[in-house]
């Protein structure tokens, strides 16, 4: 399993961002992928999740309504666009991915984390 995030960057309050996480190695069809992130001295948020399977979303309370998640199944990524960015956004930004098809929903991810992870990607929300 290999995950590579990419997409992060500095950006002003109320713009826009789209990460993507490029994935190899397993197939979406039959994973979990999740979109995590960690401030400096805080700990990791679970930001959003997306089955890979029946395409099953669910969000955080503090990103709902501003951020969406999405698979290519063609490409083999799951992106997270980001509107309406807050300082309090700012972070690195982590794919992460779990061999099972329910693990969204049954918000494991929140719970337990996922198994295999990618090196993270920086958005910085600044003036």
């Known amino acids: 399993v290999q995950l590579v995030e990419s997409g992060g960057g500095l950006v002003q309050p109320g713009g826009s961002l789209r990460l993507s996480c490029s994935t190899s190695?397993?197939?979406?069809?039959?994973?979990?992928i999740g979109w995590f992130r960690q401030a400096p001295g805080k700990e990791r948020e679970a930001v959003a999740c997306?089955?890979?399977?029946?395409?099953?979303?669910t969000y955080a309370g503090s990103v709902k309504g501003r951020f969406t998640i999405s698979t290519d199944h063609d490409k083999n990524t799951v992106d997270l666009q980001m509107n309406n960015l807050k300082p309090e956004d700012t972070a690195v930004y982590y794919c992460?991915?779990?061999?099972?098809?329910?693990?969204?929903?049954?918000?494991?991810?929140?719970?337990?984390?996922?198994?295999?992870w990618g090196k993270g990607t920086q958005v910085t929300v600044s003036p």
């Open positions: 190695g397993f197939r979406l069809d039959y994973y979990s």
């Open positions: 992460a991915a779990t061999g099972a098809v329910t693990y969204c929903r049954e918000n494991y991810y929140e719970k337990y984390g996922m198994d295999d």
């Open positions: 997306i089955s890979g399977g029946d395409g099953y979303t």
